[in-house]
Structure formats: C-alpha cells, structure tokens
C-alpha cells in the first residue's frame, strides 16, 4: 500500500466543470506538495502547503492535518489544465519527497 | 533568473554502457534531489545531495548508480553498465535549504532510453 493515496486515478470532465482530486496520506507530514505533469513530461509545483487553504488562478488546494488528507479542485476547467497532478508529501524526518500515483485529467472542449 | 537546469534532455544508450545525467540547481540552491520515473509509474526518490555531500541515498539502487554534487560544477548522477530496465524519466530538483519548509524546484527531465 502506497503511504500517500490519491484518487481518481483517471479523470475526464467538459470544459467548465468543477474539478476534484483528493489526496490522503498515512502518518505526520510536515508540508504537501501539488504538481502538475504535462505529455512531454516537464513538472512544475502548483502549491506547497502544510495547513489551511491555498488559491492560484483557478486552483485551490486545501489541507486537512487531522484527517490527513488534502484536495486540489480546478474551478472553470479547460482543455489546457489536462495533464497528470501528483500529490507529493515531506515527512517530518526530512526532506524528500514521497508522491502518490499521479491523476490524469482530462479536459475535453 | 534561470530555473533548474539538466542535459542532456534525450540521452539513448546501448546496454552496457554508461549514463551521465547533468543537474545545475537554481542559483543560489545547494540542495540537489534525483527522482526517478519509470514508464506508467510514480516518481521515486533516488538521492539528496548538498554540496559536496550525500545526505540521504536510501533511494539508490545498491549497484551500478551513484550521484555526486561536487564544489563546483553541477549535480552528476551516473549509471554504469546500464540495462533496458534503466529507461525512465529522471528528475532532478533543487531547493534553497534543508528541511521540509523549503520549496523543490524540479528540471525538465532527462529521458534515458536503453536499446
């Protein structure tokens, strides 16, 4: 079992709809990263967080420490947000990082 | 400001031969990760290094691999000898300091293709 779930794995929505990606993870962490992976394979950081809510644009990520989990929702989606997000966790030992299987979305016109 | 920086971006090797993957950190960053991506997998972490250091290699295979980041000059992960099982994708990313806090900035990638 992997220590940091993510779900759904695949994920296909229309332009405009609300999106959400969940997170979970097993024990303490001391930050949580959102990546965003694109064909081609370049990876930029969407958010780093370790408590309460971030916003960007139309992404918002928000953390729950005692529930151990964390979601990334796309407001207003469109085709060029599809690509692979990557939830990814420090623990509290150090700092490298451990990452969930990735979701790919889909965003069709 | 340029962000991190690794080459080659394609590199094909042979079975048996040896693989030099290039990482230069953001300025001012001292701290190196390697991550690795096999086909249709996550991404695993490999090694941290700071300059001059190995900090943590838990993520190494025992043979064949080993990573550097020298005093000058950038981060250097070498695979002798390698095997089709080698092909991934191979991140490296860079932070300013120690500790969880620090944000990763991660490199395009170096695609290692074994035939």
């Known amino acids: 079992k992997n220590e940091v779930e993510q779900s759904p794995q695949n994920l296909t929505a229309q332009e405009g709809e609300f999106i959400t990606i969940n997170c979970s993870y097993s024990?303490?962490?001391?930050?949580l990263h959102w990546l965003q992976q694109h064909p081609g394979g370049g990876i930029v950081s969407l958010f780093m967080?370790?408590?309460g809510k971030k916003k960007h644009g139309r992404l918002i990520a928000t953390i729950n420490i005692q529930e151990k989990h964390s979601s990334l929702h796309i407001t207003a989606s469109h085709p060029r947000d599809s690509a692979v997000y990557i939830c990814?966790?420090?623990?509290?030992?150090?700092?490298?990082?451990?990452f969930g299987e990735g979701t790919q979305l889909t965003v069709n016109p | 400001n340029a962000g991190v920086m690794q080459n080659p971006r394609h590199l094909v090797r042979r079975r048996g031969q040896e693989a030099r993957l290039r990482c230069s950190p953001m300025?001012?960053?001292?701290?190196v990760y390697w991550y690795r991506q096999l086909p249709e997998e996550g991404l695993k972490f490999m090694v941290y290094?700071?300059?001059?250091?190995?900090?943590?290699e838990s993520g190494m295979p025992k043979e064949r691999f080993s990573a550097e980041f020298p005093k000058e000059g950038p981060s250097i992960l070498r695979i002798q000898q390698v095997v089709r099982g080698d092909s991934a994708a191979y991140f490296c990313?860079?932070?300013?300091?120690?500790?969880?806090?620090?944000?990763?900035?991660f490199g395009p990638g170096t695609r290692l293709t074994v035939t």
């Open positions: 990313a860079s932070s300013r300091s120690q500790g969880a806090r620090y944000e990763q900035y």
């Open positions: 024990v303490g962490i001391s930050a």
């Open positions: 967080l370790s408590s």
């Open positions: 990814a966790v420090s623990w509290t030992s150090g700092s490298r990082l451990t």
């Open positions: 300025k001012g960053h001292s701290h």
């Open positions: 290094l700071q300059k001059e250091n190995i900090i943590d």
